[in-house]
């Protein structure tokens, strides 16, 4: 069964890089079609599609971050990141690593299942 | 982007009643719809995708309905596990967007 676990520093100072890695264990990330995604959840708010990698490396970002993101794998460590940069208060927030899975169908294209598998969630402040 | 607007915001309900939630789209996203569940201190839990389909180990009290721009999500039997808070979601269209949620909470 797949699992998913966030890592990384739970304060950082504003106008500094977010940095949080996503180890996936269980499976492996080479799984064809499945989008690894990043999602965040701002305090007693709800969730915002940060952005998501998948293939070979192609990545799709939420526009309102696009300038400030980066989502990238390590196929080898089974492993995939998310780096946020130039943070201000506004990005005090949980942030979930999250499997959208979907699985490739044998007449062609892919069939959706939804965001079936997320990590606990790491909590990340931005505080000087 | 598309906006998902989920209403009501709270929804009071005793154990054992029927609740109803709805969400909308501003378009059409066709079928490509998803609810989650998520309690307090915990990662949200896929209940439904393709508007009506249960995903893995989804009690059949969790049904959903809808496409293009109107949804819904009803729950059987409230039972003191289903409390918290649901989101719906489109994956019709990138970004990928939620609504801002349906608290259920017991009355």
């Known amino acids: 069964q797949v699992q998913l676990q966030e890592s990384g520093p739970g304060l950082v100072k504003p106008s500094q890089t977010l940095s949080l890695t996503c180890s996936v264990s269980g499976g492996s990330i080479r799984s064809a079609g499945h989008y690894w995604t990043w999602i965040r959840q701002h305090p007693e708010k709800g969730l915002e599609w940060i952005g998501c990698?998948?293939?070979?490396?192609?990545?799709l970002y939420n526009p309102s971050l696009k300038s400030r993101v980066t989502i990238s794998a390590d196929t080898s460590r089974s492993q995939f990141s998310l780096k946020l940069t130039s943070v201000t208060a506004a990005d005090t927030a949980v942030y979930y690593c999250v499997r959208d899975r979907r699985e490739q169908l044998a007449i062609g294209g892919f069939y959706y299942y939804g965001m079936d598998v997320w990590g606990q969630g790491t909590t990340v402040i931005v505080s000087s | 982007e598309i906006v998902m607007t989920q209403s009501p915001a709270t929804l009071s309900v005793s154990p054992g009643e029927r609740a109803t939630l709805s969400c909308r789209a501003s378009q059409s996203v066709s079928s490509n719809l998803a609810w989650y569940h998520q309690k307090p201190g915990q990662a949200p839990r896929l209940l439904i995708y393709?508007?009506?389909t249960r995903a893995t180990d989804i009690p059949a009290s969790f049904s959903g309905s809808g496409s293009g721009t109107e949804f819904t999500l009803t729950i059987s039997s409230l039972q003191s596990e289903d409390f918290g808070v649901y989101y719906c979601?489109?994956?019709?269209?990138?970004?990928?967007?939620f609504g801002q949620g349906t608290k259920v909470e017991i009355k």
């Open positions: 979601h489109q994956y019709n269209k990138w970004p990928r967007t």
């Open positions: 393709g508007a009506s």
């Open positions: 990698i998948y293939d070979r490396g192609n990545t």
